[in-house]
């Protein structure tokens, strides 16, 4: 009887040892400034193959601002900002991550917020600078 405590206390360090999940040195955009990369499912038809992959930039309160890598096939080698609203949003996954998240409350936000590129918001002035530098006029907007 006098082991049971004994037993406990190991039983506590070696589950305690254990990690789940990635780490920082197995998860790449905790090694590089940009935002972890995602794929959204949007409602049909919003966009050809109905998927947007991009970086995340910015997590707003109506929707994810994302740089979208162009199409295959596309003309244009440049990459365009996307505005996409929560709501044209059937699901979405993060690079490096398992399953896909099918609702945005405020605590998946504010997670996703540490993960983007920019988490303490994107000024006016630097997103027009980015805009510049990709040759786009404006950010394409999807469901707002």
């Excluded at 405590?5 to 040195?25: F, H, K, R, Y």
């Excluded at 794929?39 to 109905?50: A, F, H, I, Y």
Aim: with cysteine; charged share 25%.
């Amino acid at each position: 009887m006098r082991y049971k405590p004994l037993s406990l206390i190991m039983l506590g360090l070696a589950v305690s040892a254990c990690q789940v999940g990635p780490t920082v040195e197995t998860f790449k955009p905790a090694h590089d400034p940009e935002g972890v990369r995602m794929t959204l499912e949007l409602n049909k038809d919003l966009v050809p193959g109905d998927e947007l992959e991009g970086e995340l930039l910015e997590v707003r309160v109506n929707g994810l601002l994302l740089n979208v890598a162009p199409a295959p096939g596309e003309e244009s080698d440049a990459r365009r900002v996307w505005s996409v609203s929560y709501s044209q949003v059937k699901r979405m996954k993060m690079a490096q991550r398992t399953g896909w998240v099918y609702e945005v409350d405020a605590r998946k936000r504010e997670k996703l917020t540490l993960l983007s590129r920019f988490p303490q918001g994107l000024s006016p002035e630097l997103l027009e600078a980015l805009l510049s530098s990709q040759n786009q006029d404006a950010i394409i907007t999807v469901g707002q």
